[in-house]
């Protein structure tokens, strides 16, 4: 850890590295386009979410399981949000993902690990703060071609409407996050679609996801990590 975390409550950081320099009860993952709104659809129909990382071998993922495509599919289950709607209830599905699923096994060791999005950052707020006082709120950013991490303004403002539901003192970095989210809240389905994130999703032909992602306070689903995988705890 980089310095003392004592003075705040709610912190807000970016990726693994955001991830590893805090210690706090709980955990909070974002990524809004789109890991953290499939999983919040998913686990809202009683499927359960099993994250992997890009590099995970084939013979590694285990029998009984659905594994979501890589390529963006409304046909088949990905991490296209459009293609989860109707995901029937107890379907193992694996969801491969470079940012939030990477970043969610990275997590696992964690005592508590949730996944949040705008569709339901009520409800986790609230269930994150019954599990702890201390909280960090990690964005998992975008990729550069070079896959370093580029920051994604979609995560950020997520996070902030997480950060504005959470009762605490707030680090200036949360603080900032949640400023954001306050500034865009009248106008998030633009916010998303103007970002370089939703711009390339709707090059892509996939505005209808970023309608999705845009929708606040519409789930009551608590994703919660559990035994590498993502329940209901709801």
């Not at 970095?173 to 106008?187: G, I, K, P, T």
Request: with cysteine; hydrophobic share 45%.
């Amino acid at each position: 850890m980089y310095f003392s975390q004592s003075q705040f409550d709610i912190r807000f950081e970016w990726g693994a590295q955001g991830l590893a320099a805090l210690d706090t009860d709980v955990v909070i993952l974002v990524d809004i386009l789109s890991f953290s709104t499939c999983v919040d659809i998913a686990v809202g129909n009683s499927a359960i979410v099993y994250p992997q990382g890009y590099d995970t071998p084939a013979e590694a993922l285990p029998d009984g399981h659905v594994v979501a495509s890589r390529q963006r599919s409304r046909t088949q289950f990905s991490l296209a949000p459009v293609s989860l709607l109707r995901i029937p209830a107890r379907t193992r599905l694996i969801l491969p993902s470079p940012n939030g699923s990477a970043l969610s096994v990275a997590a696992a060791h964690r005592a508590c690990v949730l996944t949040g999005c705008l569709r339901n950052r009520k409800v986790v707020a609230k269930y994150a703060m019954r599990m702890g006082t201390s909280i960090a709120v990690i964005a998992a950013g975008e990729r550069w071609p070079d896959n370093s991490m580029r920051v994604a303004m979609e995560d950020m403002i997520g996070a902030g409407a997480i950060i504005s539901s959470l009762a605490g003192t707030r680090s200036p970095e949360a603080q900032a996050a949640a400023n954001l989210f306050s500034l865009e809240q009248r106008n998030l389905g633009s916010a998303l679609r103007n970002c370089s994130s939703g711009r390339e999703l709707i090059e892509r032909g996939f505005p209808d996801d970023i309608d999705i992602a845009a929708q606040l306070d519409c789930s009551t689903a608590v994703p919660m990590l559990l035994n590498g995988a993502y329940v209901n705890a709801a």
